[in-house]
């Protein structure tokens, strides 16, 4: 029961070019998306959200896309940079106090020189 | 904003042991959260905390785990009876100008033998 997926294990993409991270879901209830990063060893990193009432946010270097008819969600990361090179995770809130995320599996993004 | 603080960063203990993961928040925050993430596995919810008592939990959050805040600072997540299968990271997060977006600890590695 994959509620959030993410069916790139992994992407390699050259420093400087953009990378685009990728996420489904299934269930059109949800209320606000959210991307992390982690590095080995460490807690996940809140990157960027989006709620469900926007199709686009941005953050300096990150941008997330909401496309609510196709239940996707997507991370755009220009450029690319050496330090991006970690697995990054998407998440859902059902919405509402304090519920807990729902995760994907996660994309493990290698950024080459 | 700055991260909750964890300890201890690894436990080892054998199967049927209690044990207690403690985290540390800043005071103002009003809801605390445990994952885990098994190795290789995505991060998965256990429990929520608001205002001194659990809001949400998953089903992983059996009658073998509790949460408590016993001196109003430190955040606990105890297993009474520790299984292999509880071998994993786990995290604690915060949230306080959201409840969507939450912050999170850099981890307790519990190895079960």
Same mark, same amino acid.
């Given at each position: 029961?994959?509620?959030?997926?993410?069916?790139?294990?992994?992407?390699?993409?050259?420093?400087?070019?953009?990378?685009?991270?990728?996420?489904?879901?299934?269930?059109?209830?949800?209320?606000y998306f959210l991307w992390y990063k982690k590095y080995p060893a460490e807690g996940p990193t809140f990157l960027i959200s989006i709620s469900s009432i926007k199709d686009k946010n941005e953050d300096g270097?990150?941008?997330?896309?909401?496309?609510?008819?196709?239940?996707?969600?997507?991370?755009?990361?220009?450029?690319?940079?050496?330090?991006?090179?970690?697995?990054?995770?998407?998440?859902?809130?059902?919405?509402?106090?304090?519920?807990?995320?729902?995760?994907?599996?996660?994309?493990?993004?290698?950024?080459?020189? | 904003?700055?991260?909750?603080?964890?300890?201890?960063?690894?436990?080892?203990?054998?199967?049927?042991?209690?044990?207690?993961?403690?985290?540390?928040?800043?005071?103002?925050?009003?809801?605390?959260?445990?994952?885990?993430?098994?190795?290789?596995?995505?991060?998965?919810?256990?429990?929520?905390?608001?205002?001194?008592?659990?809001? *949400?939990? =998953?089903?992983?959050?059996?009658?073998?785990? !509790?949460?408590?805040? +016993?001196?109003?600072?430190? %955040?606990?997540?105890?297993?009474?009876?520790?299984?292999? *299968?509880? =071998?994993?990271?786990?995290?604690?997060?915060? !949230?306080?100008?959201? +409840?969507?977006?939450?912050? %999170?600890?850099?981890?307790?590695?519990?190895?079960?033998?």
């Amino acid at each position: 029961d994959q509620q959030v997926k993410q069916n790139s294990p992994s992407l390699s993409v050259q420093e400087g070019r953009i990378s685009i991270l990728n996420c489904d879901y299934t269930n059109s209830m949800f209320d606000y998306f959210l991307w992390y990063k982690k590095y080995p060893a460490e807690g996940p990193t809140f990157l960027i959200s989006i709620s469900s009432i926007k199709d686009k946010n941005e953050d300096g270097r990150f941008t997330v896309f909401l496309n609510k008819s196709a239940k996707h969600l997507s991370l755009h990361i220009v450029p690319s940079q050496p330090g991006d090179s970690a697995v990054y995770f998407c998440a859902v809130a059902p919405g509402g106090g304090a519920d807990g995320l729902t995760f994907g599996k996660g994309t493990h993004l290698i950024i080459q020189p | 904003e700055p991260e909750v603080t964890q300890t201890p960063s690894h436990q080892v203990t054998q199967m049927g042991q209690e044990v207690i993961l403690r985290c540390v928040p800043i005071s103002n925050h009003l809801y605390f959260y445990w994952y885990r993430q098994i190795l290789g596995q995505k991060v998965e919810f256990l429990v929520s905390f608001y205002n001194n008592e659990i809001s *949400e939990k =998953s089903e992983i959050f059996d009658d073998q785990f !509790s949460v408590e805040r +016993p001196d109003g600072s430190n %955040f606990t997540l105890k297993i009474r009876s520790t299984k292999l *299968e509880d =071998s994993a990271m786990y995290f604690c997060a915060r !949230s306080s100008l959201s +409840p969507y977006e939450q912050y %999170f600890g850099p981890g307790t590695r519990l190895t079960v033998t």
